[in-house]
């Protein structure tokens, strides 16, 4: 009997990593403005809670679409297993096709806002399910500007990892209207982050702004391992190398019962 258990239990596990192996997501170009496209990734989640709706860091973008997945090495767009995993939808705000990337400035400006309303609202008729705003580095300028500039009811909170927290740099969270937001905020930050743009240090002064938030955690966490190349890029303690999964599975349980 015993052994007829554990046979079913390994093929149980074998027939869960084969799932996860081959659920694919979606490439979208979403019309946004006259005569523009944005990209979109979309994977949906069986008996998803929730959708999260990232902005990758840097320039903007997911990579090359291959076989069913975003290729780009951002750490929300290599993580976008772990929140399948943990039963969200992803949707991965890409670029406009009138943009090469996506700067600092151009992350709070109206036509920004523009796209990034459209394309939730095709998020919105992929699935009525509650959106999670969810950015990291460059694209937590994005995700500030979203949760204060696009009202919708689907919106349900906002997270921010490794936030762009120097106030000389553009569009950087704390100089952005953070009390308008009335959205639960988790703001999410690796210890030993070394961009110069988004120190752990700095991360309080976002919670101090959220003045009207009826929910703000600052979670400053440790952990990952060997830390390559760019200390603002992917790869690197602001990438969250080597604790992804953890990381996400952190963020998933916070947005599932966000708690001061």
């Not at 239990?9 to 979208?28: D, S």
Request: proline fraction near 5%; aromatic fraction near 8%.
């Amino acid at each position: 009997m015993r052994h007829v258990v554990t046979r079913l239990l390994v093929m149980a596990a074998l027939f869960g990593v084969a799932f996860l192996c081959h659920a694919e997501g979606v490439l979208f170009k979403v019309p946004t403005r006259e005569g523009i496209t944005t990209t979109l990734f979309w994977e949906a989640a069986p008996d998803a809670k929730a959708t999260v709706f990232l902005f990758p860091g840097g320039g903007g973008g997911f990579g090359k679409f291959e076989d069913g997945k975003a290729t780009g090495g951002n750490f929300l767009v290599r993580s976008a297993p772990y929140f399948v995993a943990n039963g969200f939808n992803v949707a991965i705000f890409g670029r406009p096709n009138d943009m090469d990337e996506l700067g600092w400035t151009e992350r709070t400006e109206p036509k920004h806002m523009t796209d990034v309303s459209k394309v939730l609202e095709f998020v919105k008729q992929k699935s009525g399910l509650p959106v999670w705003i969810v950015g990291t580095s460059r694209g937590t300028v994005s995700a500030t500007a979203m949760a204060i500039n696009v009202h919708d009811p689907a919106i349900a909170g906002l997270v921010l990892t490794s936030s762009v927290v120097r106030f000389a740099t553009p569009g950087a969270v704390p100089r952005q209207d953070l009390k308008a937001i009335t959205l639960p905020v988790l703001v999410y930050h690796h210890a030993k982050d070394a961009c110069k743009h988004c120190q752990a240090s700095e991360a309080r002064y976002i919670i101090k702004g959220l003045s009207n938030a009826p929910v703000k955690k600052l979670m400053v966490v440790d952990g990952g391992a060997n830390p390559t190349g760019d200390e603002c890029a992917g790869q690197h303690w602001h990438g969250f190398i080597g604790m992804e999964r953890e990381a996400i599975n952190q963020i998933a349980d916070w947005i599932k019962k966000p708690i001061n």
